[in-house]
C-alpha cells in the first residue's frame, strides 16, 4: 500500500462544477503539500499546510490530522484549471517528501 | 525573475555518454532537490542538499552524482546513460522544512529537463 493515496486518479468534469481531490496518508508528517503539473510539465507548489485550512483565489485546501487526510478543493472551475494535482506529504522523521501519484483533473467548456 | 533555472529544457543521449544538468536558484533557499518523473509516475527522489557542501541520496540515487559548492547551484551528473535513464528531470528548492517562506507555498521547481537515452 502507497503511503500516499490520491483519489480520484482521473477527474473530468463541467465548467463551473465544484471540484474535489482527496489525498489520505498513512505516515506521521511535519507538512502536507498540494502541487500542480501543468499540462506542459511545469510544477507550481499551491499549498504547504500543517493544520486547518487555507485559501488561494478559487483553491482551498484543508487537512485533518486526526484521521491523516487532505482535501483539495476548486471552486468554479474552469478549462485553465485542467492540470494533475499531486499531493505531498514531508515525514516528520527525516523531511524527506512522499510523493502521492497525482489526480489528473479535466474541466469542459 | 526570481525562482529555479535548469538547463538544458531538452537532450538526447546515446548509451554510454555523459552529462551535467544545471540547477540555479536565486531565492537563498538552502534545501535543493533533484526528482525524477517517469511518464505516468509521482516524482521520484534522487539526491537533494541541505546547504552548500553538504548532499545526501534520496530514493533512487544510483547511475547520477551531485555536488554543492554554492548555495545557489546544485548540478546533478549522470555517468554512463542507460535508457533506464530516460526520464524528465526537475529540480527544486525550499527553505529548512518546517520553516518560513511565501505564505502557501513550499517548494519552488525548475521547468524541468526532458532526457533521452537511446
Known amino acids: 500500500k502507497n503511503e500516499v493515496e490520491q483519489s480520484p486518479q482521473n477527474l473530468t468534469a463541467q465548467e463551473g462544477e465544484f471540484i474535489t481531490i482527496n489525498c489520505s496518508y498513512s505516515v506521521g508528517i511535519s507538512a502536507l503539500h498540494w502541487l500542480q503539473q501543468h499540462p506542459g510539465g511545469g510544477i507550481v507548489s499551491l499549498f504547504m499546510l500543517s493544520s486547518g485550512k487555507k485559501k488561494h483565489g478559487r483553491l482551498i485546501a484543508t487537512i485533518n490530522i486526526q484521521e491523516k487526510h487532505s482535501s483539495l478543493h476548486i471552486t468554479a472551475s474552469h478549462p485553465r484549471d485542467s492540470a494533475v494535482y499531486i499531493c505531498a506529504v514531508r515525514s516528520d522523521s527525516n523531511y524527506q517528501l512522499i510523493w502521492g501519484a497525482g489526480t489528473k483533473l479535466i474541466i469542459k467548456p | 525573475n526570481a525562482g529555479v533555472t535548469q538547463t538544458p529544457k531538452f537532450r538526447i543521449l546515446k548509451i554510454g555518454q555523459s552529462m551535467t544538468l544545471q540547477c540555479a536558484q536565486d531565492m537563498n533557499h538552502n534545501y535543493m532537490y533533484w526528482y525524477r518523473q517517469d511518464p505516468g509516475m509521482g516524482l521520484k527522489l534522487i539526491y537533494y542538499s541541505v546547504g552548500a557542501g553538504i548532499t545526501d541520496k534520496g530514493e533512487v540515487p544510483n547511475g547520477y552524482n551531485v555536488s554543492r559548492s554554492t548555495t545557489e547551484d546544485f548540478p546533478l551528473r549522470l555517468e554512463l546513460a542507460a535508457p533506464s535513464q530516460t526520464s524528465v528531470y526537475f529540480c527544486?528548492?525550499?527553505?529548512?522544512?518546517?520553516?518560513?517562506?511565501?505564505w502557501g507555498y513550499g517548494y519552488t521547481f525548475g521547468s524541468g529537463t526532458r532526457l533521452t537515452v537511446v
Open positions: 527544486a528548492s525550499s527553505y529548512t522544512p518546517g520553516q518560513g517562506g511565501r
